[in-house]
């Protein structure tokens, strides 16, 4: 799901203007299936979409330990391909 600009305005939430390598679309969480519980929203990303501004949920996990781990498979599936958003 994609937001306007007035969908997200004033949020606590950062935006950013590219996605992390550490964060995760929710298309690219399904594509590789990972568990949804494991991730909570972690910002925004600024994304064009039929030449207007729009603002896509990124996702980081939750705790550390986690992290770790979901860093060390991302790591490992991107050499193996790409994920495309």
Same mark, same amino acid.
């Given at each position: ?19 992390? @390598? ?10 590789? *299936? ?30 550390? @330990?986690?992290?770790?781990?979901? @860093? ?8 193996? *391909?790409?994920?495309?958003?």
């Amino acid at each position: 799901m994609i937001y306007q600009s007035h969908e997200v305005l004033g949020t606590e939430l950062p935006i950013f203007r590219e996605k992390g @390598k550490d964060l995760l679309t929710y298309g690219e969480m399904m594509l590789v *299936g990972e568990r949804l519980e494991e991730f909570e929203i972690a910002g925004y990303v600024q994304v064009i979409r039929f030449g207007k501004v729009f603002f896509e949920p990124i996702y980081g996990v939750r705790n550390s @330990k986690i992290r770790e781990l979901h @860093k060390h498979f991302c790591q490992r599936y991107r050499t193996v *391909g790409r994920i495309r958003s």
